[in-house]
């Protein structure tokens, strides 16, 4: 409320000159306290009817910093949302129209959902748009925590005794703030009186009833701890008794740049009753100084000390060199005499009665001859029954000398600070002080000019102007939202505060000040000018508390864990310190450690060229605890190459007042040894030795079995050996690989195993190798070899291990021959030309699926025909002739009939264990003995038959009968004879008989070449050639030739 006037003036001018209408509204962030009373002032300009304008204030509350909520409005009653409402109609909140273009927003009982950022909006007037309609500022609603206490107690004091009270100020607002502290006296309902005060600027000041006591020392505040403070006063007068408490009020700049008091508290209060020692009375006579200067104001204070002096009668006179002045009655009237009657009606003097006991005499403005003596009589009257006043006793003080000087223009001005070196961040003042002290009436105006560092030109920084106005120079804007310029009323000294210094603030600094003299005419002119000294100010850097933990570790772990590192900043050098952290890996190779990862002060990510070499850009994960001093970094699925020494440099950076971050310190950490290896080899194939025999043509299944493994993840791949007898080295049969992927071994080595073999993995780790028909050749020492791979983190592929199992020794077998043939003997006697049988019987066979091949012997003895006797007689006995009658091959194959049997032989097969042969029409020739020799025939499992076993049978003694000789017979029997008689008596059929058996010849071998086609044996027996003889009268004859059976 204090600016707001001169400030609503100035936009008032502004708005007149402006075309376009525009809102403005006090300017922000506004801090306040919880609980204050809290105006903002709004003003629109440009605007062209009415005069009255409306206006309506909304907040944008931080939850929601978009959503309008409505407040209070000057035109629309129901404005307000519902939340406002009740503080609206109780007028805790109402708007106060200061102009008809300018209103104040108060709050009267500020609460914390009361910050925010507030909007004044006009609506429009005009017929048309123009300008800006509205306007924001923001408003922080901080705790009230300034805390006024003091003992409340009572005190019976004697006059003279001394009197000692204390106040405990504190406050915890986290803004920049000042405190300001005084002490009051009162009595009843008379209003307080100021006995001493520390301004918000700690300018000590007493009040007007105590400032000469203070002057003299017997009015003392002091600080005696950090937020406590004492009041002393010696010498305790009677007019001293009443109440005394003290009073702090919480100053804070606004960015206008004037100071507001948020809060003002009092304490309880100290009861201080002053006994007086007698009725005399005292006078002493008081003023602030002793020399003047023209134009000044002057005080003269005639206090008088006496108990009860409500209840006595005094009255007073001023006097001037020994010349009276004026005089006052019980009735406090003054009478002045005709020179100072004249000043008085010109408003320059006044004599005055303050108070009960104090007297005023005050000369506004001093004169050269008002130099002299000035001083006070006080007379106590007594008033009679008549009503008269009669004098008794009269006292006066001593005379109080003035020297009033003319005002001169010589002066001199000097530059000083108590802090020529300060820390970022930090604050400083800068006082420029003009003596002689020259009254505040007089127009003097002090700029403050600033070289910076490294620059060589002075700038105007800031001036106050000679009607105590503040102008900023254009140079250094930044200077102004940190800076204040402040002039102490009671002295000449101009002081520069500067917060939160920075380089920007460093350089050279002095003062110029101006001495004015104002014109009739209103116009200026300058009396003289001073420049004070250089005053040079150094923003240094804060020192550095950085600490890095130098701990040094190892940490030892197996592939594809995570490698955790931390790196722990142990001190810092400000809670507000952003840290750049790059991670190195130091490599035994390398000279120097390589960077894999840096996180910037400001939390960005820049990969190193050691993370891009080695593809670790999807493997790492960076962390920062929520305290902000520990920082990690995770290596996920660590590799072997990743082993090495991890190490941490990290860089303090601090935000500098002009918001710009530096580097202050930098330190590295210890290292962190780490040892990447690759899982511990488990792999375990069994070991145990088997043998295993089996028989030709049968299947056999080969075992392989992992009883261990390095991991479940992991993928294995099998291959299996042979060591056949005969051969050096031992051969690949088959392998799968990890992929289950199957490869055979070299076909020229395998042969035909190869199509007979079948892998297979029924279950994890069991790997079976399945032989099909199994044949001697398989017969052999077989292992297996078992690879394990693992993955590495990179989805590489690679073997760790490896292991062989136990020898598995295979021997595969021949059937064992059980072949049996009947070996009984037997005697056959048939007649001649009548057929015989001979019966080849198997009794037991080695397999179910052998073939067989038989052969019938005829065994008779041999002629002794071409021998001489000698040579039969040197016989011991005599040797038999074996003759072959008839074989029949394991693929039903017969063997060319011999001579003499040619058309007599049938063969039959009654089963698969019995072979007939049938000798027709038999001779004496055919008389012996008869035997057939089976061998027994099977086939490999490739086919190939080969011979197991052959075994004889018993012989069949045979004795063909002679009929006798008839004609038929003899012709019969003797071929010759036959031909004779029956071909060469008919020459004329030769050669039709000759055609005959041509025709006869072709058909043969017609039929011969259509059986066995394709290579296939014959197991059936072809349709038999019938012989028919035209002269004999036998039945037909079977004739059977080789081949013809199957």
């Keep these: 409320m204090r600016t707001l006037r001169p400030q609503l ?35 629109v300009s440009g605007y062209q009817d009415p005069v009255e304008q409306n206006f309506q204030w909304s907040i944008y509350l931080p939850s929601a910093p978009e959503r309008e909520v409505q407040i209070v409005s000057t035109v629309d009653p129901s404005f307000p949302y519902a939340i406002y409402t009740q503080r609206v109609r109780s007028r805790g909140i109402y708007v106060e129209r200061v102009q008809g273009d300018a209103v104040l927003l108060h709050i009267t009982e500020l609460q914390d959902r009361d910050a925010g950022e507030y909007e004044c909006h006009t609506p429009n007037t005009d017929k048309t748009y123009f300008g800006s309609y509205s306007a924001k500022m923001n408003l922080v609603v901080i705790p009230d925590s300034l805390r006024v206490t003091a003992v409340p107690q009572t005190l019976n004091k004697v006059e003279h005794d001394s009197l000692e009270l204390k106040c405990e100020v504190s406050k915890s607002t986290a803004q920049h703030s000042h405190v300001s502290i005084a002490w009051y006296r009162q009595r009843g309902s008379e209003a307080p009186v100021e006995v001493i005060s520390l301004s918000r600027d700690f300018v000590l000041r ?45 100053w804070i700049q606004d960015p206008d740049k004037s100071w507001y008091a948020m809060t003002r508290k009092r304490s309880q209060g100290a009861i201080v009753n002053v006994q007086a020692t007698d009725k005399e009375f005292s006078v002493r006579l008081e003023t602030e100084k002793r020399t003047y200067i023209v134009g000044e104001p002057v005080e003269f204070r005639c ?43 010109l408003g320059q003097l006044k004599v005055a009665k303050e108070s009960d006991n104090v007297f005023v005499l005050k000369i506004y403005r001093l004169r050269l001859e008002d130099s002299g003596k000035y001083n006070c009589r006080v007379t106590e009257r007594e008033k009679t029954v008549t009503g008269d006043f009669i004098d008794k006793e009269s006292k006066r003080p001593k005379n109080i000398p003035i020297t009033v000087l003319p005002l001169k223009a010589g002066f001199a001005v000097t530059a000083i600070s108590r802090t020529p070196g300060v820390t970022y961040n930090e604050s400083f003042d800068l006082q420029c002080i003009i003596k002689p002290h020259y009254p505040s009436w007089v127009p003097v105006s002090v700029t403050w000019r600033f070289q910076p560092a490294g620059s060589t030109e002075f700038h105007d920084l800031v001036t106050f102007t000679r009607d ?69 100010i150094r923003v240094l850097r804060p020192v550095t508390k950085l600490q890095v933990s130098k701990s040094k570790r190892s940490i030892t772990l197996v592939e594809n864990r995570p490698i955790p590192l931390n790196c722990s900043v142990k001190s810092q050098t400000s809670p507000d310190s952003h840290f750049a952290v790059l991670w190195y890996v130091h490599k035994p190779s390398d000279a120097d450690g390589k960077l894999i990862l840096k996180t910037t002060h400001s939390s960005a990510f820049e990969y190193g060229t050691y993370a891009e070499e080695e593809g670790l850009r999807g493997r790492l994960q960076f962390e920062r605890s929520a305290s902000g001093g520990l920082f990690s970094l995770t290596v996920q699925r660590a590799e072997v190459r990743d082993s090495g020494s991890y190490y941490c440099h990290v860089e303090e ?52 079995q992992v009883s261990s493994r390095t991991s479940p993840s992991s993928q294995l791949s099998v291959e299996w050996y042979v060591w056949r007898p005969g051969h050096p080295e031992k051969e690949a049969v088959a392998q799968l690989s990890r992929q289950s992927t199957l490869r055979y071994g070299d076909l020229v080595v395998l042969g035909d195993l190869r199509s007979r073999l079948h892998l297979e993995s029924p279950s994890p780790g069991l790997y079976l190798l399945s032989i099909q028909n199994a044949t001697v050749r398989d017969s052999g020492a077989y292992d297996c070899r078992v690879e394990e791979w693992l993955l590495d983190p990179s989805d590489r592929w690679y073997k760790r291990a490896e292991d062989l199992s136990g020898l598995i020794t295979l021997t595969v077998k021949q059937p064992d021959p059980t072949l049996q043939v009947d070996t009984a003997t037997a005697n056959l006697t048939v007649q001649e030309r009548e057929s015989f049988p001979l019966d080849c019987s198997i009794l037991s066979r080695s397999s179910p699926e052998s073939h067989f091949a038989v052969t019938w012997y005829n065994l008779r003895a041999k002629e002794a025909g071409g021998r001489t006797e000698e040579e039969e007689e040197e016989k011991e006995e005599e040797e038999e002739e074996r003759e072959a009658v008839l074989s029949v091959g394991p693929d039903a194959v017969f063997s060319p009939e011999a001579g003499r049997w040619e058309g007599r032989l049938r063969f039959q097969r009654l089963s698969a264990v019995l072979f007939r042969l049938t000798v027709l029409q038999a001779g004496g020739a055919d008389t012996g003995n008869y035997s057939c020799r089976v061998e027994e025939w099977l086939a490999d499992p490739n086919g190939v038959w080969y011979r197991l076993a052959e075994e004889e049978s018993g012989t069949v003694a045979v004795h063909v009968q002679d009929a006798g000789s008839t004609l038929q017979s003899v012709i019969c029997s003797n071929d010759a004879l036959f031909y004779f008689v029956f071909f060469y008596p008919f020459p004329i059929f030769g050669i039709l008989i000759i055609t005959i058996l041509l025709v006869r010849f072709k ?44």
Aim: charged residues 20%; glycine residues 6%.
């Design 303 to 345: 206090i008088l000390e006496a108990q009860n002096v409500p209840d006595r009668y005094f009255s007073i006179s001023w006097a001037f060199n020994s010349s009276l002045i004026a005089s006052l009655g019980p009735n406090a009237v003054p009478v002045l005499n005709n020179e100072f009657a004249q000043r008085e009606a």
């Design 9 to 43: 003036a100035s936009l008032l001018l502004l708005g007149m000159a402006l075309a376009q209408r525009q809102v403005a509204v006090q300017e922000g962030p506004l801090y306040r306290t919880e609980g204050s009373h809290v105006t903002l002032w709004c003003k």
């Design 653 to 704: 950076w601090l935000l500098s007042p002009n918001h710009a971050w530096y580097k202050l310190a930098e330190e590295v950490s210890g290292r962190t040894e780490v040892t990447v290896k690759q899982p511990d080899n488990r792999l375990k194939v069994n070991q145990t030795h088997k043998n295993i025999t089996v028989l030709e043509n049968q299947w056999v299944t080969l075992e392989c």
């Design 206 to 250: 007493a009040g007007s009833a105590y400032a000469q006591r203070q002057a003299t020392g017997d009015v003392r505040l002091d600080k005696v701890g950090e937020t406590t403070s004492k009041l002393t006063i010696y010498n305790l007068h009677p007019s001293d008794q009443g109440e005394f408490y003290c009073e702090a009020a919480e």
């Design 468 to 536: 105590g106005g503040v102008q900023w120079g254009d140079r250094y804007a930044g200077f102004r939202t940190r800076t204040a310029i402040e002039k102490v009323e009671s002295s000449n000294n101009v002081r520069l505060s500067i917060s939160r210094a920075s380089d920007t603030e460093a350089g050279k600094y002095q003062c110029v000040a101006e001495l004015w003299r104002k014109n009739y005419n209103s116009s200026w002119t300058r009396l003289a000018d001073r420049t004070s000294n250089l005053l040079e």
């Design 1003 to 1046: 058909s043969r071998n017609s039929s011969k070449n259509s059986e066995g086609k394709n290579g296939v044996p014959l197991l059936w027996i072809k349709e038999p050639h019938l012989n028919y003889s035209p002269t004999c009268l036998e039945p037909p004859v079977l004739s059977i030739h080789p081949g013809t059976i199957d």
